[in-house]
């Protein structure tokens, strides 16, 4: 599946802004681009229409229970709550404190793993926009090999993506 060029539609415009908000406190904007800038919500949706088309439930189950605990806490909707409102939200799903849903903590640990995931994965399956992640951690991305003198050193080369790779040969 060509994942660059392609948002998977599983999830509703509610549940996608839902997300991004999450997305936002696991892994915000700083003096860097945070996780909505590299793209992680459009991975978690490309591989909840792929391989991780069986969590998609839990996503749809957890996002609303997100919504409806932000509203039972403060009154209003997830995205729309202070950051330390927001964090108090997520918090209680992190630790299972959520009335009424008992996979709470299940969720959070899920989508802050895929968050993660989408930040740093291989640009080809939707996250990592630019391979901005992998800057962020100077990793070079699958080089074709390294020189000699690069054994024991600081790698610095510019990150190099599997799809790149691939135009390159061509």
Known sequence: MDSMNHRADVLTPEERTILAAIADRIFPRTETPGAVEIGAGQYIEVALAGDYAALAPLYRKGLRAVERSAKASFGRAFCL???AQKDKVL???????VPGFKPAAEFFATVRCHVLEGIFCEPQYGGNRDMIGWRLVNFPGQQFGYADAYIDKLVELDPVAVDSRKSQEK
């Open 81 to 83: 709550l202070s950051e």
């Open 91 to 97: 918090i209680d799903f992190e630790t299972g404190a």
